[in-house]
C-alpha cells in the first residue's frame, strides 16, 4: 500500500503516488523513496483525507477500510479558525464520511468478485462500479445522530468508490435549508444557502445546519435525492432534535476572498475515454494514453493555465489533480458523438503514442452551464458529466497568493515540488477508484524554466517559451544557446496540440497535422527545421482526412471477417456509414502502435520471459541494441561492455559489471521494458534478465 494525503502540499516523493507502494516485507514499488512522510501542513484552513493509493488496488483497499478522515488543517492567523470564531466548536463541529457499500448476511463486506466478463482474462475481477446498495457515515449503517437546538458545522466527506450523493435535508416532507462556508481547497469567498448539494467521491463540503428552529423529537433526514431505490440509497441518515434550550446562530460571517487567476500558458484539452479493443474487451483512459506512457503534462512552476476535460463516456469522472486547489470556470453540453468522431478520425484508434487535441469549440452545444454554489471556492477534485465539456483554472502556486502575486517559474510553496531531474512526480487522474485502478491516471512532474550557466543532466525537464524540452546530452547551459537552438542537446518534449513541431522526436505510428494534412510517422526520427512530412516520405505516410478512405486503407487485405465488412463499407464510400463505424472498425483493422521501445528505436528485438525463466540477449555486437519486453522483470544483469558504452532499462542507466541491478526496476513504459545499448567495444556483451 502506500498513503496519498488527497489536498496536502507536500514534495511528490512524499505524496504517495500510485507506484510508490511498499509491503511489510520490504517489497517496494519502482518509484519508491520512503515510507516515513513529511507532512508540511502549510496551507489554509480546510479538511483534507487520506487513503491508500496503489495502481490496482486502490478500490478494494479503500473500500475495505483503508483511508482516513477529518484531517483538518486550522491556520492560527484567520478568524474564523480561532477559539473567537462565530463558527460552531467543540462537540458541535462533526465530520460525516458518506460511503456507499453492500454486505453479506454476515456483514461482510460484498465487493464484486468478477467483472462483467470472466472470460476477458486482461481484467477478470474488474467491473468500474460495484453493487453497493447500503449507505454508510462514519462507519455505520443509516446512523441517527441527536442533536441539540443550535446550529452545528457538519465537514461532510463523499468517500464511495464511484456514487454522487445529491445531498438534502427534510423535515417530514419539508426541504430544510442549510449554509455552505466550504470546499475541498477550504472556506468560500461567500456563504451559500442552498437546498441541496452534490458531492462525488472525495469532494467534502463545510455545511451549516441550524436545529434551533425545530421543536425536540423533530426528525430530519438526510436524504441523496439521486438514490435509487429512495428508502434505501436515498437515505444517507438522520438527525433527532433534542429537548434543550434553543441557541439562535450569530450573523453568517465573512469568509475568505478567492482571487482571479489570469492564465499566462497555453491552455490544455483532455479527453475521458471508454472504448473496447481488438477482443472486445472494455477498457479506460485519458486522452487515449495508459498510466506507463510516458509524461505529457509538464505544469511550469508558478504558471497559470486552463484543463479543459471532455467526457466521451464511461459515466461521469471525478478529476483529480494532485498539489494544487483550482478553480472550475463552467460546464457546457457538447456532440459526443461527432466530436469522437472527429477525435479517431485524426488519432486512429486507442491506445495511442501521442495524441492530436480536437478543438471541442465546433462542437459545443447551448450556453454554459454556471457552477453550483459549493464550486465556487477552491477544488481539488470536480466532476466530469459525461456529455459536457468542464474547464478549470490551474495556478501553480498558494492558494493565499493574490491576483498576479507570482509569475511563470517563481515557487511560492512552502516545499520543492520541483525535482531537478524530473525524476519525482505528481498524478492526475479520475477519482472514480475502479477508473484510477484501471489507467485513467497520468503522471505529472512539476518544472521549472531554463536558466544559463547551468550543470544539466540526462532526462531532466525545462519550460522555454512556454515550450517543454528535455536533456538528450549532460551539458552546461549557455545564454547563447537557449534549448530551441540546440537540437543535439534538447529535445522538444510536447506541443500540446498535435501539430508537427521541428525537434520532436516521434515514434513510429505517432500521428501529426502539418499543412492541412494527416501523417502517421514510419520511423523514430528527430524533426528538423524545413523537413515538414509532406516533403519526407521515408519518415511519414499521408493518412486521408475522410473515414471511408481511412476504412479502405486499414482493413484491405485483412483476412478477419470484420475487418472485410470494414473495408466494403470503405469502398462503398459513403462518409456518414463509415463515421459510424470508425472506431468498431479501427479497433480491427489500426494497429496498435504503442510499445516499451516507442520514440526509442527503430525495429527493437521483442521477447517474452515467462514466470521463473532467464532470457538472455546473446552477443550483442559493436552497434547500438534495442530489445522490448511487456513481460514482467524482476531483475537483470549485463557483462561485457566496452567503456563509454551504456545499458538503459526505460533510459535509466542500469550497471553491466556482472551484478544484479538494483530493485525495484524503474516503472514500466507502454506496459513494458526498452533495453538499449549505444554502439562501442565489447561485441560479445550480453545481458540476461528474469
Known sequence: MVTHNHGLVVVPQNDGIADEWFTAFQQRGPNFTTQDYTEPNQQPSTMLFYHDHVMGMTRLNVYSGLSGTAYIIRDPNNPLDKASSPLPKGEFEIPLVIQSKAFFTDGELAFPRGGPDRANFKNPYWQPADDSDTNLVNGKVW???????????????????????????????????????????????APKTVTSTKLSTTERVDILVDFSQFA??????????????????????????????????????????RPQLPQNAPRRTHTLHIHFD????????????????????????????????????????????????????????????GYLKQWHLLNG???????????????????????????????????????????????????????????????????????????AWYLWHCHVLGHEDNDMMRKMPMVGLWVANHAYTVGTVVAFQNVDYRVRVAHTSSSSQTPNTRFDLWERVNNNDGTWQPQIIYAVGDRVLSGGQLFRAKTVHQAQTGQSPSGNPT?????????CPQLSKFCAGNSDPNAQACASL??????????????????????????????????????????GTTFNSGALGNGAACFETTSEIV????????????????????????????????????????????????????????
Open 278 to 337: 481488438e477482443d472486445g474487451d472494455q477498457l479506460r483512459s485519458v486522452d487515449g494514453l495508459g498510466f506507463t506512457a510516458p509524461p505529457t503534462e509538464y505544469p511550469l512552476i508558478g504558471s497559470t493555465e486552463e484543463w479543459d476535460f471532455v467526457n466521451l463516456g464511461g459515466g461521469e469522472h471525478f478529476i483529480h489533480i494532485h498539489l494544487l486547489e483550482f478553480q472550475v470556470i463552467e460546464r457546457q453540453a457538447i456532440d459526443v458523438d
Open 349 to 423: 484508434h486507442l491506445p495511442v503514442t501521442r495524441p492530436v487535441v480536437v478543438d471541442p469549440t465546433p462542437f459545443l452545444i447551448g450556453a454554459p452551464i454556471p457552477v453550483p454554489p459549493y464550486e465556487t471556492g477552491w477544488k481539488d477534485t470536480a466532476r466530469a458529466n459525461r456529455g459536457e465539456r468542464l474547464r478549470l483554472v490551474t495556478r501553480w502556486a498558494p492558494q493565499e497568493t493574490a491576483t498576479g502575486g507570482v509569475s511563470p517559474g517563481q515557487n511560492q510553496y512552502p516545499i520543492q515540488p520541483v525535482d531537478p531531474n524530473t525524476n
Open 539 to 547: 519518415r511519414w505516410e499521408p493518412l486521408p482526412l475522410q473515414a
Open 635 to 690: 531483475t537483470g544483469s549485463c557483462t561485457g561492455l566496452g567503456s563509454g558504452r551504456q545499458l538503459t532499462l526505460n533510459g535509466k542507466v542500469e550497471p553491466c559489471n556482472g551484478a544484479n541491478w538494483a530493485t525495484p526496476l524503474t516503472g514500466q513504459r507502454h506496459f513494458g521494458y526498452c533495453i538499449q545499448t549505444t554502439a562501442g567495444s565489447g561485441s560479445s556483451a550480453s545481458f540476461q534478465v528474469h
Open 143 to 189: 446512523p441517527n445522530l441527536n442533536v441539540k437546538r443550535q446550529q452545528y458545522r457538519f465537514r461532510a466527506l463523499a468517500a464511495a468508490n464511484f456514487q454522487t450523493f445529491n445531498i438534502a435535508l427534510d423535515n417530514a416532507g419539508t426541504t430544510v435549508p442549510f449554509t455552505l462556508i466550504g470546499s475541498d481547497g477550504g472556506y468560500l469567498p
Open 216 to 257: 425536540p423529537g423533530t426528525k430530519i433526514i438526510m436524504r441523496d435525492l439521486d438514490g435509487d431505490p429512495p428508502d434505501t440509497l436515498g437515505v444517507i441518515m438522520q438527525f433527532t432534535v433534542q429537548n434543550t434550550t434553543a441557541v439562535h446562530p450569530p450573523a453568517l460571517p465573512t469568509l475568505v476572498a
Open 570 to 611: 470503405g469502398a462503398a464510400n459513403v462518409d456518414a456509414d463509415c463515421l459510424d463505424s470508425l472506431e468498431d472498425c479501427l479497433a480491427v483493422c489500426d494497429v496498435n502502435v504503442q510499445s516499451p521501445c516507442s520514440g526509442l528505436c527503430n525495429n527493437p528485438t521483442s521477447f517474452k520471459v515467462p514466470d
